[in-house]
């Protein structure tokens, strides 16, 4: 069975940094890729970037381009999405998902609070 | 790149068809059959519906599906049923290897 479980929720502060994770199993996981999407409260899917975890070959969206960093870790299986330094705006549910143009399988989402 | 304009919301009785648009441009939902639409309900993670424009994946109704002309996508739900009643949302691969949203659709099951 195909799962993708993501990190759990956290609450942190302006200026502090985080990476939160993605876990893929029951597929491959080299062979597809894992997209990051923002839902900010109350408001639509935002596409944020992808990763191709078998050759770490990054792309961004504009919108997120130096905000960001997508990473991952094919030996184990994670992809990972951390800021260095988070924004009160950057308060909203991420998801992980798989596929580049299509992504037919989704994390449960991680929630990230930001608040002084 | 500008996100895909998709109505706010729709709304429609039960048995009935609806139809939601997502209108782009030729460097995205124009350029490519790359379009997918994703299926909401509160306070749970998208479900793909359709992909390359036409496509269901297994285990999607039937009673969805999606076609394009020229730079606007289009996601049809026949036979509404109350359980339809969600935010649903295309997407379009684009000219810079990125993928786009559309704003989202609140469809109401009257």
């Known amino acids: 069975e195909v799962q993708l479980v993501q990190s759990g929720a956290e609450v942190k502060k302006p200026g502090e940094s985080l990476k939160i994770s993605c876990k893929g199993s029951?597929?491959?996981?080299?062979?597809?890729?894992i997209a990051w999407v923002r839902q900010m409260p109350g408001k639509g899917l935002e596409w944020m970037g992808i990763?191709?975890?078998?050759?770490?070959?990054?792309r961004y969206s504009p919108s997120f381009q130096g905000h960001v960093t997508i990473s991952a870790d094919k030996s184990i299986s994670n992809a990972y999405l951390q800021w260095s330094s988070l924004k009160a705006s950057d308060t909203a549910m991420y998801y992980c998902?798989?596929?580049?143009?299509?992504?037919?399988?989704w994390g449960q989402g991680t929630l990230v609070t930001v608040s002084s | 790149q500008s996100a895909l304009t998709q109505p706010a919301s729709v709304s429609g009785s039960p048995g009935q068809s609806i139809t939601i648009s997502c209108t782009g441009s030729s460097s995205d939902v124009g350029g490519y059959n790359y379009v997918s639409w994703y299926q909401q309900h509160p306070g749970k993670a998208p479900k793909l519906m359709i992909y390359d424009v036409i496509n269901r994946p297994s285990g999607v109704s039937n009673r969805f599906s999606g076609s394009k002309s020229g730079n606007t996508a289009s996601l049809t739900i026949s036979g509404l049923q109350a359980e339809d009643e969600a935010d649903y949302y295309c997407t379009s691969y684009t000219s810079s290897s990125t993928v786009v949203f559309g704003g989202g659709t609140k469809l109401t099951v009257l």
């Open positions: 029951g597929y491959r996981f080299t062979n597809y890729w």
């Open positions: 998902a798989r596929g580049e143009v299509a992504s037919d399988y």
């Open positions: 990763i191709y975890p078998g050759d770490s070959e990054t």
